[in-house]
């Protein structure tokens, strides 16, 4: 049970830390177009996401997969940038039109896990239990993006309901605000 308190903690502080800033900056342009009323929705795509995270870092782990930190490290706010793109041209935010997010937070996830897993390979390579310290971090990972979600929604709801800010125009705002710091992010990233 201690490794899997270790890596439940691994797995909260890296979406929970400020370190983690590509990490918490894709998780609020996921969420930023939907509203409290749709969290079902959003739980299954930070699920989504967490399992697309998953099965890149478990891969990694096992040293099935290898790539380049550089072009992982500038992808990662690309994905970002990609996400809020598609963000900015939603018009209706009806479960039809944002079903596309389902598909980024798999697919991105997928290229998110290859961030983490060159530290926490060596971790799990030394341990006996790497199926136990894998799902540890996974849980850890999921029950801090959950967190940001919950917050990011109840935010979403002050800001919509009682302010009465147009739904539309704060999911452009929050869009082009974490595009514009991912573009940065990117940039400075460049692997060649």
Not at 84 to 94: G, H
């Amino acid at each position: 049970m201690s490794d899997f308190s270790f890596y439940f903690g691994l797995g909260w502080e890296h979406i929970m830390s400020w370190d983690a800033m590509d990490h918490l900056l894709f998780i609020a342009v996921l969420a930023a177009i939907y509203i409290i009323h749709d969290w079902k929705q959003v739980l299954i795509l930070v699920t989504a996401f967490t399992l697309g995270h998953s099965l890149t870092l478990a891969l990694s782990v096992l040293d099935i997969i290898r790539f380049s930190q550089a072009w992982v490290e500038f992808l990662i706010p690309c994905t970002i940038v990609i996400t809020a793109i598609s963000n900015l041209f939603q018009k209706k935010f009806t479960p039809r039109s944002i079903r596309i997010n389902y598909f980024l937070a798999l697919f991105f996830g997928l290229i998110h896990g290859m961030g983490f897993a060159n530290t926490i390979r060596f971790m799990l390579a030394q341990d006996q239990s790497i199926g136990w310290g894998l799902f540890g971090f996974n849980v850890g990972l999921e029950a801090g993006q959950i967190v940001v979600v919950t917050v990011l929604l109840l935010l979403t709801e002050v800001i919509v309901n009682p302010i009465k800010i147009n739904r539309r125009e704060w999911v452009i705002f929050l869009s082009a605000a974490i595009f514009s710091l991912s573009l940065q992010m990117a940039l400075s990233r460049l692997p060649f």
